[in-house]
């Protein structure tokens, strides 16, 4: 079982399919702040307005000079069409094989009918030198990260 991730770990690297099809690795962002937002699935009522919360906010990220990555157990090819319907304004990853959620602790090993191997809701903010500068990983399906909290930390 893997440990879960908190403030002051480094984070843990990753390569993953983006809604492009398009290889995203995080140590593609170094020197740059990245917002991770994790969540269980695309077309899911709190996951849209998670990330629609996000898009809407998205020029105070870009500010602070923050790459905003969303990762869910979803197939590319289903991000692409959600990030389409929902005009999202940031990079969307398949975490299919769900090796990433699991070394973020961020997984629901059993989630709603019977169906295993979900992201649960999280956001990480990952500082410059690969830090983890802030970490919220909810048990709550139908609760928010606290976009309060993830903008402090990118403010520190």
Known sequence: MSMTIQVGDKA????LISSETKEVALSDFKGKNVILHFFPAAFTGVCTTQLCTVRD???VYENDKATV???SVDLPFTLAKFKEDQNLNFTLLSDFNKDVSRSYDAIYEDWILGLKGVSK???FVINPEGIVIHAEVLENAGELPNFDKINAALGA
């Open 12 to 15: 843990p690297d990753f390569k």
């Open 57 to 59: 906010a998205i020029n």
């Open 69 to 71: 990555l969303a990762i």
């Open 121 to 123: 809701r999280a956001a």
